[in-house]
């Protein structure tokens, strides 16, 4: 295990700041995990566990230890008629995950293909795109404590999941390191195709074809490609903005005044609003403020036109943030980590 000190971290988040973290490391293996949290450095410093960045807003010095999870290995762990259950490790690519288990016949995770990042940040903003979320597909987590230096294992219910939120999101800062995903797949395919823009595409390409799991994923490629930018071209982070959830006379008071203004009822009858929607309204698509701007396509979307600041970004989170608080009166909050 090689340490570094000063480490340039410019390659490795998708918004493409510039960065240097005060130390960095990889980790392959549980053995190299275990030695290292043992340490002097590990237990002088703070640390920030790395994946594959695509949800991170750098300062351009982190004061921490940088750890990037590079374990890698895919395995089906158990299986019936019906189901299986396939434990993926952290470092594992995403999307290369997805399409391995469409691949074999495992079907599940289609409405969530192109995803940036790795496996093992999947669960800890319980990441969602076109009506499914990766809390419905989680059988359970696998985790370092790092306190007690002992490995845990999460069951769904423990990681408490919710709209783009775990339990992870909010368990003290660097204690648990997720290092395996189990999921629970189906050897069914069982269409979930609601989603507005998903019904449409599939429709389109479903004439003379059977749908499968691969054209549910095919869709979900050709529309997020169509909408959002990529971030190997133009640095980003997906979703800037939660998509705020507000009680139900707030939105039918928004309603009101904006009869258009799309809402998604929730279980507990509170509604969640779009926020890409607000910010486009609010006429901000394309506002720059340095070289960050709000994204043409996908107004939820903020983009690095080449050499953008952490500075920049911030101001023009704020900016938005101000103008759709006095225009609407509703809160937006940034999806990213601010490291
Ligand atoms: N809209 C606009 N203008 C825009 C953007 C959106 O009017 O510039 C409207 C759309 O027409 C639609 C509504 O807002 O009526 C929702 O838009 P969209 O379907 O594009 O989805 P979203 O709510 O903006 C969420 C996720 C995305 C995910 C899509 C598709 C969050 C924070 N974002 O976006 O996730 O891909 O749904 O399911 O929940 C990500 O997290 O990085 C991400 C891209």
């Known amino acids: 295990m090689n340490i570094e000190q000063d480490y340039a971290l410019d390659e490795l988040n998708t918004f493409g700041l510039k960065s240097q973290a005060q130390s960095f490391c990889q980790v392959h293996t549980e053995a190299e995990l275990e030695k290292l949290v043992q340490s002097a ?9 790395l994946g594959g960045g695509s949800n991170i807003i750098l300062a351009p010095y982190v004061n921490s230890f940088v ?3 590079c374990n890698k290995g895919v395995e089906v762990i158990e ?3 019906d189901n299986v259950l396939v434990k993926a490790q952290a470092g594992e690519v995403w999307h290369e995950f997805v399409l391995k288990t469409l691949s074999i016949g495992y079907n599940g995770l289609e409405n969530l293909s192109l995803i940036p990042g790795h496996v093992g940040a999947a ?14 597909r989680i059988h359970s987590v696998i985790c370092f404590d790092t306190y007690s230096r002992e490995w845990q294992t999460f069951s769904k ?6 709209y783009r939120d775990s339990f992870f999101k909010h368990a003290e800062n660097g204690r648990y390191v997720i290092w395996a995903v189990i999921f629970e797949l189906s050897k069914r395919f069982i269409p979930n195709i609601q989603y507005g823009d998903l019904e449409e595409v599939s429709n389109r390409m479903a004439i003379g074809q059977a749908l499968t799991a691969k054209t549910v994923s095919d869709a979900v490629c050709s529309i997020r490609q169509q909408k ?9 982070v997906g979703s800037f903005f939660h998509n705020p959830i507000v009680d139900a006379d707030v939105a039918n008071e928004l309603k009101q005044r904006y009869p258009d203004m799309p809402q998604y009822i929730q279980n507990d009858g509170r509604i969640k609003l779009a926020a890409g929607w607000l910010i486009d309204q609010a006429g901000l698509k394309g506002h720059q403020i340095g070289q960050a701007a709000v994204h043409l396509k996908q107004a939820l979307v903020l983009v690095n036109l080449g050499g953008a600041t952490h500075t920049d970004v911030l101001d023009l989170s704020k900016h938005i943030q101000e103008i759709i608080f ?7 909050h940034p999806e990213p980590n601010f490291w």
């Open 79 to 81: 299986e019936n008629n």
């Open 123 to 136: 669960p800890v903003q319980n990441i969602g795109a076109y009506g499914v979320e990766v809390k419905d």
């Open 67 to 69: 750890i990037q999870l």
């Open 326 to 332: 006095t225009k609407f009166g509703v809160k937006l």
């Open 157 to 162: 219910v423990d990681c408490q999941f919710q």
């Open 228 to 236: 959002l930018p990529d971030p190997h071209i133009t640095g980003n």
């Open 41 to 49: 450095l590990f237990l002088q410093q703070s640390v920030s566990w």
